[in-house]
């Protein structure tokens, strides 16, 4: 199985986080892995066979403490405590301060974030799409984290859309200009098609999370469109599966 296991700025106490990709599950086409192999395909929701989705989540459980807190992501803004998650609730993020719950999130292109304060006290997990990036769900878990004993926060960027296929309208760009003003340098113009830019969802993550103060962030090198085999990409392919990115105390 591949894994891709985050390398957080600094050693963090305690801390533990990966990342799925799309080889080596169960799933058929069009949750595979492109391969002519089986995919590992982490969602309940996308129309895979619920035995295969279960057989590869359990292959993630055996890298875990417990089973993750899994969320029904809406590309909203609302932040849960995982120890306290059940049945899969509304929400886009989650964190925790309880040894052995895991944080997950599960995306197709949307970007995920992982948060770990440096003490190893608190960790959490964000779904950012744009519209969650742009309605404030990063602000929102640093700052349910903090509030939870967080002191210096940690991110680490996860598997998301690239800076070069990340073709958006011109009501994007003014959504986070609205915000920010300098948010309009993460936006490209595509040449001769007017009224269309190329975003870098990696670059509004780190302004929105620098205007809160978390300094510290990694990651952020993915592409899931451009890296066929490795990641599932629903803007590329329409339906497909999810991976997830999971974060928790030992």
Known sequence: M????PQWGKKLPGVRALATTRPCGNSPAPYDDGQGGGG?????????ASDCVQLNRAQIR??????????TQVH???????AKVSDAPSADASFTTQRGVVCAIMTADCLPVLFADAA????????????????????????????AGGDTL?????PAIGPMQFEVGEEVLQVFAAKNPLMRHAFQPVAARPGKYLADIYQLARSTLANVGVMDVSGGNFC???????????????????????????
């Open 120 to 147: 190893g006290r608190v960790v959490g997990a964000a779904h950012a799409g744009w519209r969650g990036l742009a309605g404030g769900v990063l602000e929102n878990t640093v700052a349910a984290m903090r509030a």
């Open 2 to 5: 591949e894994l891709i296991l």
């Open 40 to 48: 590992l395909n982490l969602g309940v929701h996308v129309g895979d």
């Open 62 to 71: 055996r890298h875990l403490p417990g089973e993750p807190a899994w969320l």
């Open 154 to 158: 940690h991110a680490w960027l996860g």
């Open 76 to 82: 909203g803004t609302t932040v849960l405590d995982a």
């Open 224 to 250: 899931t469109i451009s890296e066929t085999r490795r990641f599932y990409s629903y803007r590329r392919d329409g339906v497909t599966g999810r991976m997830a990115s999971l974060v928790w105390l030992e």
